[in-house]
Protein backbone atom coordinates (compact mmCIF):
# COMPACT_ATOMS: atom_id res chain seq x y z
CA UNK A 1 0.00 0.00 0.00
CA UNK A 2 1.23 3.32 -1.04
CA UNK A 3 2.76 5.38 2.10
CA UNK A 4 1.64 8.98 2.02
CA UNK A 5 3.48 10.26 4.93
CA UNK A 6 7.26 8.85 5.81
CA UNK A 7 7.62 10.25 8.80
CA UNK A 8 4.15 10.52 11.16
CA UNK A 9 3.10 9.95 14.81
CA UNK A 10 0.01 8.45 15.66
CA UNK A 11 -1.17 9.20 19.94
CA UNK A 12 -3.63 7.30 21.83
CA UNK A 13 -4.99 10.13 24.32
CA UNK A 14 -5.99 9.46 27.74
CA UNK A 15 -6.78 11.48 30.96
CA UNK A 16 -3.69 11.02 32.96
CA UNK A 17 -1.52 9.67 29.80
CA UNK A 18 -0.41 9.50 26.30
CA UNK A 19 0.88 6.70 24.20
CA UNK A 20 2.73 8.02 21.20
CA UNK A 21 4.30 6.08 18.40
CA UNK A 22 5.80 7.31 15.53
CA UNK A 23 6.47 5.79 12.40
CA UNK A 24 9.80 6.64 10.01
CA UNK A 25 10.25 5.73 6.74
CA UNK A 26 10.30 1.77 5.91
CA UNK A 27 8.94 -0.36 9.17
CA UNK A 28 10.88 1.52 11.70
CA UNK A 29 8.88 2.77 14.31
CA UNK A 30 9.34 4.59 18.16
CA UNK A 31 6.90 4.50 20.90
CA UNK A 32 7.20 6.47 24.40
CA UNK A 33 4.53 7.35 26.90
CA UNK A 34 3.66 10.51 28.60
CA UNK A 35 1.71 12.68 30.87
CA UNK A 36 -1.03 15.35 30.38
CA UNK A 37 0.89 17.86 32.16
CA UNK A 38 1.95 20.66 30.45
CA UNK A 39 5.76 20.13 30.84
CA UNK A 40 5.33 16.55 30.17
CA UNK A 41 3.56 17.54 26.87
CA UNK A 42 6.29 19.88 25.78
CA UNK A 43 8.76 16.77 26.16
CA UNK A 44 6.29 15.09 23.46
CA UNK A 45 6.51 17.89 21.11
CA UNK A 46 10.58 18.21 21.64
CA UNK A 47 10.48 14.34 20.43
CA UNK A 48 8.09 14.56 17.51
CA UNK A 49 10.55 17.39 16.33
CA UNK A 50 13.49 15.98 16.58
CA UNK A 51 11.85 12.68 14.87
CA UNK A 52 10.81 15.61 11.71
CA UNK A 53 6.96 14.10 12.14
CA UNK A 54 5.31 15.56 9.26
CA UNK A 55 1.77 15.09 11.04
CA UNK A 56 0.26 13.89 14.22
CA UNK A 57 -2.86 11.89 14.39
CA UNK A 58 -5.08 11.30 17.29
CA UNK A 59 -8.56 10.23 17.94
CA UNK A 60 -11.04 12.73 19.51
CA UNK A 61 -11.66 11.32 22.94
CA UNK A 62 -13.82 13.55 24.89
CA UNK A 63 -12.37 17.06 25.74
CA UNK A 64 -8.55 14.94 26.46
CA UNK A 65 -7.24 15.79 22.87
CA UNK A 66 -7.34 19.35 23.34
CA UNK A 67 -4.51 19.82 25.30
CA UNK A 68 -2.56 18.24 23.02
CA UNK A 69 -3.94 19.63 20.42
CA UNK A 70 -3.63 23.06 21.24
CA UNK A 71 0.21 22.65 22.01
CA UNK A 72 0.45 21.04 18.35
CA UNK A 73 -1.46 23.96 17.14
CA UNK A 74 0.68 26.37 18.54
CA UNK A 75 4.21 24.75 17.45
CA UNK A 76 2.84 25.07 13.92
CA UNK A 77 2.85 20.99 13.65
CA UNK A 78 0.46 19.92 11.50
CA UNK A 79 -2.23 17.77 13.72
CA UNK A 80 -5.54 16.14 12.87
CA UNK A 81 -8.33 14.61 14.95
CA UNK A 82 -10.28 12.09 13.17
CA UNK A 83 -13.55 10.17 14.37
CA UNK A 84 -12.89 7.10 17.33
CA UNK A 85 -15.07 5.12 15.03
CA UNK A 86 -13.27 5.21 11.97
CA UNK A 87 -10.44 4.06 13.46
CA UNK A 88 -11.52 0.88 15.49
CA UNK A 89 -8.82 -1.53 15.29
CA UNK A 90 -9.89 -5.15 15.68
CA UNK A 91 -11.92 -6.47 18.78
CA UNK A 92 -9.85 -8.27 21.63
CA UNK A 93 -6.12 -7.07 20.61
CA UNK A 94 -6.73 -3.35 21.99
CA UNK A 95 -3.97 -2.25 24.29
CA UNK A 96 -3.04 1.61 24.49
CA UNK A 97 0.09 0.68 22.34
CA UNK A 98 -1.49 -1.34 19.69
CA UNK A 99 -4.15 2.00 19.18
CA UNK A 100 -1.03 4.61 18.73
CA UNK A 101 0.93 1.98 16.14
CA UNK A 102 -2.50 1.85 14.37
CA UNK A 103 -3.45 5.14 14.33
CA UNK A 104 0.06 6.07 13.20
CA UNK A 105 -0.59 3.44 10.50
CA UNK A 106 -3.91 4.42 9.33
CA UNK A 107 -2.78 7.71 9.11
CA UNK A 108 0.84 6.81 7.12
CA UNK A 109 -1.46 5.21 4.21
CA UNK A 110 -3.64 8.28 3.99
CA UNK A 111 -6.90 5.56 5.38
CA UNK A 112 -8.08 8.34 7.74
CA UNK A 113 -11.08 11.55 7.11
CA UNK A 114 -9.33 14.71 9.14
CA UNK A 115 -12.95 16.33 11.03
CA UNK A 116 -13.16 19.95 11.06
CA UNK A 117 -11.42 21.89 13.98
CA UNK A 118 -12.19 25.20 13.46
CA UNK A 119 -9.16 27.88 14.27
CA UNK A 120 -8.65 29.24 18.35
CA UNK A 121 -11.32 32.48 17.91
CA UNK A 122 -13.95 30.31 16.57
CA UNK A 123 -13.65 27.31 18.95
CA UNK A 124 -13.52 30.12 21.71
CA UNK A 125 -17.27 31.19 20.28
CA UNK A 126 -18.64 27.71 20.40
CA UNK A 127 -17.75 27.56 24.08
CA UNK A 128 -19.29 30.49 25.08
CA UNK A 129 -22.33 30.16 22.63
CA UNK A 130 -22.68 26.55 24.12
CA UNK A 131 -22.51 27.96 27.61
CA UNK A 132 -24.88 30.06 26.37
CA UNK A 133 -27.59 27.56 25.48
CA UNK A 134 -27.24 25.96 28.91
CA UNK A 135 -27.81 29.05 30.81
CA UNK A 136 -30.86 29.42 28.79
CA UNK A 137 -32.10 26.12 29.51
CA UNK A 138 -31.38 26.26 32.89
CA UNK A 139 -33.72 29.47 33.39
CA UNK A 140 -36.26 27.55 31.65
CA UNK A 141 -36.06 24.40 33.82
CA UNK A 142 -35.79 27.18 36.85
CA UNK A 143 -39.38 28.10 35.79
CA UNK A 144 -40.67 25.01 35.79
CA UNK A 145 -39.87 24.39 39.23
CA UNK A 146 -41.38 27.59 40.24
CA UNK A 147 -44.76 26.44 38.32
CA UNK A 148 -44.15 23.21 40.54
CA UNK A 149 -44.23 25.57 43.77
CA UNK A 150 -47.18 27.26 42.86
CA UNK A 151 -49.12 24.14 42.06
CA UNK A 152 -48.41 22.77 45.14
CA UNK A 153 -49.83 26.13 47.04
CA UNK A 154 -53.18 25.79 45.07
CA UNK A 155 -52.10 28.98 42.86
CA UNK A 156 -53.17 28.05 39.33
CA UNK A 157 -51.22 30.99 37.51
CA UNK A 158 -50.23 28.94 34.67
CA UNK A 159 -53.73 28.46 33.61
CA UNK A 160 -54.33 31.84 32.94
CA UNK A 161 -51.06 33.52 31.96
CA UNK A 162 -48.99 32.16 29.24
CA UNK A 163 -45.49 32.96 30.17
CA UNK A 164 -45.13 32.74 34.50
CA UNK A 165 -41.91 34.68 33.74
CA UNK A 166 -43.49 38.02 32.11
CA UNK A 167 -44.18 41.24 33.98
CA UNK A 168 -47.29 40.47 35.20
CA UNK A 169 -46.25 37.22 36.42
CA UNK A 170 -43.34 38.45 38.30
CA UNK A 171 -45.10 41.28 39.63
CA UNK A 172 -47.36 38.76 41.40
CA UNK A 173 -44.65 36.23 42.41
CA UNK A 174 -42.52 38.57 43.91
CA UNK A 175 -46.14 40.01 45.64
CA UNK A 176 -46.32 36.05 46.92
CA UNK A 177 -42.80 35.99 48.16
CA UNK A 178 -43.27 39.66 50.17
CA UNK A 179 -46.06 38.12 52.10
CA UNK A 180 -49.25 39.22 50.24
CA UNK A 181 -51.90 36.61 50.13
CA UNK A 182 -55.12 38.55 49.18
CA UNK A 183 -56.30 37.30 46.05
CA UNK A 184 -58.05 40.48 44.74
CA UNK A 185 -55.00 42.61 45.56
CA UNK A 186 -52.57 40.36 43.41
CA UNK A 187 -54.62 40.40 40.49
CA UNK A 188 -54.96 44.36 40.26
CA UNK A 189 -51.04 43.72 39.88
CA UNK A 190 -51.57 42.43 36.30
CA UNK A 191 -50.67 44.33 33.31
CA UNK A 192 -51.85 44.72 29.28
CA UNK A 193 -54.04 42.23 27.97
CA UNK A 194 -54.29 40.34 31.28
CA UNK A 195 -56.39 43.24 32.56
CA UNK A 196 -59.31 41.48 30.62
CA UNK A 197 -58.82 38.52 33.23
CA UNK A 198 -58.78 39.70 36.52
CA UNK A 199 -61.80 37.82 37.39
CA UNK A 200 -60.55 34.58 36.49
CA UNK A 201 -56.68 35.44 37.38
CA UNK A 202 -58.63 36.07 41.04
CA UNK A 203 -60.30 32.63 41.20
CA UNK A 204 -56.78 31.40 39.73
CA UNK A 205 -54.80 32.94 42.77
CA UNK A 206 -57.02 32.02 45.35
CA UNK A 207 -54.84 28.75 47.26
CA UNK A 208 -53.08 28.33 50.13
CA UNK A 209 -49.77 29.90 50.24
CA UNK A 210 -47.36 29.14 53.20
CA UNK A 211 -43.71 30.21 54.70
CA UNK A 212 -42.39 27.74 53.03
CA UNK A 213 -43.61 28.05 49.58
CA UNK A 214 -42.37 31.86 50.16
CA UNK A 215 -38.90 30.78 50.89
CA UNK A 216 -38.74 28.54 47.83
CA UNK A 217 -40.06 31.19 45.39
CA UNK A 218 -37.87 33.46 46.52
CA UNK A 219 -34.38 31.03 46.03
CA UNK A 220 -36.10 30.43 42.33
CA UNK A 221 -36.41 33.77 41.59
CA UNK A 222 -33.47 34.94 42.83
CA UNK A 223 -31.58 32.17 40.12
CA UNK A 224 -33.53 33.45 37.37
CA UNK A 225 -32.51 36.81 38.22
CA UNK A 226 -28.93 35.91 38.22
CA UNK A 227 -29.26 33.87 35.01
CA UNK A 228 -30.45 36.60 33.36
CA UNK A 229 -28.32 38.89 34.11
CA UNK A 230 -25.57 36.56 33.24
CA UNK A 231 -27.06 35.62 30.02
CA UNK A 232 -27.23 39.20 29.30
CA UNK A 233 -23.39 39.57 29.99
CA UNK A 234 -22.69 36.75 27.70
CA UNK A 235 -24.69 38.29 25.20
CA UNK A 236 -22.75 41.20 24.60
CA UNK A 237 -19.53 39.49 24.72
CA UNK A 238 -20.85 37.23 22.17
CA UNK A 239 -21.83 40.41 20.32
CA UNK A 240 -17.90 41.18 20.26
CA UNK A 241 -16.57 37.93 19.00
CA UNK A 242 -19.10 37.85 16.06
CA UNK A 243 -18.22 41.52 14.76
CA UNK A 244 -16.39 39.74 11.82
CA UNK A 245 -19.52 38.18 10.76
CA UNK A 246 -22.14 41.25 11.25
CA UNK A 247 -23.03 41.10 6.94
CA UNK A 248 -23.80 37.36 7.61
CA UNK A 249 -25.93 37.36 10.32
CA UNK A 250 -27.56 40.06 9.26
CA UNK A 251 -28.56 37.99 6.24
CA UNK A 252 -28.75 34.90 8.29
CA UNK A 253 -31.47 36.93 10.20
CA UNK A 254 -33.54 37.39 6.65
CA UNK A 255 -33.99 33.47 6.68
CA UNK A 256 -37.75 32.59 7.97
CA UNK A 257 -37.35 31.29 11.64
CA UNK A 258 -33.79 32.47 12.06
CA UNK A 259 -33.04 35.17 14.83
CA UNK A 260 -30.01 37.03 15.72
CA UNK A 261 -29.23 34.76 18.42
CA UNK A 262 -29.54 31.46 16.40
CA UNK A 263 -27.84 32.92 13.74
CA UNK A 264 -24.65 33.58 16.00
CA UNK A 265 -24.79 30.14 17.23
CA UNK A 266 -24.90 28.79 13.75
CA UNK A 267 -21.56 30.65 12.81
CA UNK A 268 -20.11 29.70 16.10
CA UNK A 269 -20.20 26.23 14.84
CA UNK A 270 -19.98 26.77 11.29
CA UNK A 271 -17.89 29.61 10.78
CA UNK A 272 -18.10 31.64 7.80
CA UNK A 273 -15.66 30.08 5.45
CA UNK A 274 -16.90 26.91 3.40
CA UNK A 275 -14.21 26.24 1.94
CA UNK A 276 -13.35 23.47 3.96
CA UNK A 277 -16.46 21.49 3.09
CA UNK A 278 -16.44 19.53 -0.49
CA UNK A 279 -20.07 20.84 -1.32
CA UNK A 280 -23.49 21.45 0.61
CA UNK A 281 -24.13 17.89 0.92
CA UNK A 282 -21.15 17.25 2.48
CA UNK A 283 -22.28 20.10 4.71
CA UNK A 284 -25.21 18.53 5.53
CA UNK A 285 -23.96 15.20 6.29
CA UNK A 286 -21.15 17.01 8.77
CA UNK A 287 -23.97 18.39 10.76
CA UNK A 288 -26.03 15.12 10.69
CA UNK A 289 -29.20 16.15 8.48
CA UNK A 290 -29.26 13.88 6.09
CA UNK A 291 -30.20 10.02 6.24
CA UNK A 292 -28.14 6.89 6.96
CA UNK A 293 -26.43 5.28 4.32
CA UNK A 294 -26.65 1.63 5.54
CA UNK A 295 -27.71 -1.19 3.29
CA UNK A 296 -26.96 -4.60 2.78
CA UNK A 297 -28.19 -7.59 0.50
CA UNK A 298 -29.70 -4.93 -1.61
CA UNK A 299 -32.26 -3.76 1.34
CA UNK A 300 -32.27 -0.36 3.00
CA UNK A 301 -31.86 -1.32 6.88
CA UNK A 302 -32.23 2.24 8.46
CA UNK A 303 -33.27 5.44 6.83
CA UNK A 304 -32.90 7.41 10.56
CA UNK A 305 -30.29 10.68 10.29
CA UNK A 306 -26.90 10.24 10.65
CA UNK A 307 -24.54 11.44 13.91
CA UNK A 308 -23.36 14.97 13.01
CA UNK A 309 -22.98 17.94 14.94
CA UNK A 310 -25.50 18.10 17.59
CA UNK A 311 -25.35 21.38 18.43
CA UNK A 312 -25.97 22.70 14.72
CA UNK A 313 -28.48 20.48 14.34
CA UNK A 314 -30.66 20.92 17.02
CA UNK A 315 -30.37 24.44 16.31
CA UNK A 316 -31.63 24.54 13.03
CA UNK A 317 -34.44 21.98 13.97
CA UNK A 318 -35.76 24.54 16.49
CA UNK A 319 -35.40 27.40 13.87
CA UNK A 320 -37.54 25.00 11.36
CA UNK A 321 -40.35 24.82 14.19
CA UNK A 322 -40.47 28.76 13.95
CA UNK A 323 -39.68 28.74 9.93
CA UNK A 324 -42.89 26.85 9.15
CA UNK A 325 -45.86 29.27 11.12
CA UNK A 326 -44.80 31.64 8.32
CA UNK A 327 -47.61 30.39 5.62
CA UNK A 328 -45.70 32.77 2.78
CA UNK A 329 -42.59 31.28 2.92
CA UNK A 330 -41.17 28.28 0.80
CA UNK A 331 -40.23 26.78 4.15
CA UNK A 332 -43.73 25.99 5.12
CA UNK A 333 -44.75 24.94 1.22
CA UNK A 334 -41.66 22.34 1.92
CA UNK A 335 -43.27 21.37 5.02
CA UNK A 336 -46.81 21.05 4.09
CA UNK A 337 -45.34 18.72 1.05
CA UNK A 338 -42.90 16.05 2.80
CA UNK A 339 -45.41 16.05 6.31
CA UNK A 340 -48.51 14.95 4.17
CA UNK A 341 -46.86 11.35 3.43
CA UNK A 342 -44.17 11.03 5.47
CA UNK A 343 -45.14 12.94 8.90
CA UNK A 344 -44.63 16.14 11.01
CA UNK A 345 -41.47 14.95 12.48
CA UNK A 346 -39.20 13.94 9.67
CA UNK A 347 -41.06 17.83 7.96
CA UNK A 348 -39.09 19.40 10.12
CA UNK A 349 -35.88 17.16 9.84
CA UNK A 350 -36.21 18.13 5.67
CA UNK A 351 -36.98 21.69 6.62
CA UNK A 352 -34.20 22.04 9.15
CA UNK A 353 -32.05 20.77 5.64
CA UNK A 354 -33.22 23.16 3.33
CA UNK A 355 -32.23 25.91 5.70
CA UNK A 356 -28.65 24.40 6.09
CA UNK A 357 -28.78 24.30 2.07
CA UNK A 358 -29.79 28.35 1.96
CA UNK A 359 -27.07 28.56 4.81
CA UNK A 360 -24.36 27.20 3.03
CA UNK A 361 -25.48 29.50 -0.42
CA UNK A 362 -25.25 31.96 1.85
CA UNK A 363 -21.91 31.75 2.94
CA UNK A 364 -20.48 30.67 0.15
CA UNK A 365 -21.84 32.89 -2.48
CA UNK A 366 -21.82 36.02 -0.22
CA UNK A 367 -25.50 37.06 -1.27
CA UNK A 368 -28.25 37.67 0.88
CA UNK A 369 -31.21 34.83 1.32
CA UNK A 370 -33.88 34.60 -1.77
CA UNK A 371 -37.18 32.86 -0.89
CA UNK A 372 -39.04 30.48 -3.32
CA UNK A 373 -42.33 31.96 -2.09
CA UNK A 374 -45.42 29.20 -1.32
CA UNK A 375 -46.17 28.82 -4.49
CA UNK A 376 -43.00 27.07 -5.25
CA UNK A 377 -44.44 23.62 -5.62
CA UNK A 378 -47.62 24.80 -7.43
CA UNK A 379 -46.01 26.49 -9.97
CA UNK A 380 -42.96 23.73 -11.21
CA UNK A 381 -46.05 21.15 -10.90
CA UNK A 382 -48.55 23.17 -12.30
CA UNK A 383 -49.40 20.49 -15.13
CA UNK A 384 -49.22 17.53 -13.21
CA UNK A 385 -51.25 19.25 -10.19
CA UNK A 386 -53.82 19.95 -13.12
CA UNK A 387 -54.21 16.57 -14.06
CA UNK A 388 -54.45 15.14 -10.95
CA UNK A 389 -57.46 16.99 -9.97
CA UNK A 390 -59.11 16.68 -13.74
CA UNK A 391 -58.98 12.83 -13.04
CA UNK A 392 -60.53 12.99 -9.34
CA UNK A 393 -63.43 14.80 -10.86
CA UNK A 394 -63.62 12.20 -13.98
CA UNK A 395 -63.83 9.31 -11.32
CA UNK A 396 -66.72 11.04 -9.72
CA UNK A 397 -68.55 11.26 -13.06
CA UNK A 398 -68.08 15.08 -13.89
CA UNK A 399 -67.12 15.48 -17.67
CA UNK A 400 -64.57 18.42 -17.28
CA UNK A 401 -64.20 21.54 -19.77
CA UNK A 402 -61.43 23.95 -18.91
CA UNK A 403 -61.27 27.68 -19.21
CA UNK A 404 -58.93 29.23 -18.57
CA UNK A 405 -59.17 33.06 -17.25
CA UNK A 406 -57.78 36.39 -17.73
Same mark, same amino acid.
Given at each position: ?????????????????????????????? +? @?????????????????????????????? &?????????????????? +????? $???? &????????????????????????????????? %???????????????????? $?????????????? =??????????? =???????????????????????? %???????????????? !???????????????????????????????? %???????? %?????????? &? +???????????????????? $?????????? !?????????????????????????????????????????????? @????????? &?????????????????? !??????????????????????????????????????????????
Amino acid at each position: MELIYERCCGIDVHKKMVMACIFVKGKKKE +I @RKFGTLTDELEEMLVWIREKNCEVVAMEST &GVYWKPVYNLLESEGIKA +IVVNA $QHIK &GVPGRKTDVKDAEWIADLVRHGLVKESFIPNRE %QRELREITRYRNDLVEERAR $QLNRIQATLEGANI =KLASVITDVSG =KTGTAIIKAIISGTTDNNALSLLA %QGSIKNKIPLLQRALR !GSVGEHQRQMLNHQIRHIEFLSGEIESLDAEI %QKKTEFAA %QEIEWLDGIP &G +IGRRSAERIIAETGIDMGQF $QSAAHFASWA !GLVPECNKSAGKKKSTKTRKGNKFLKSTLVECARSAIRNTDSFLHA @RYKKISARR &GGKRAIVAVAHSMLLAIY !GIFKNKEPFRDLSSNYYNEINHEKILNRNIQSLQRLGFAVTLEKTA
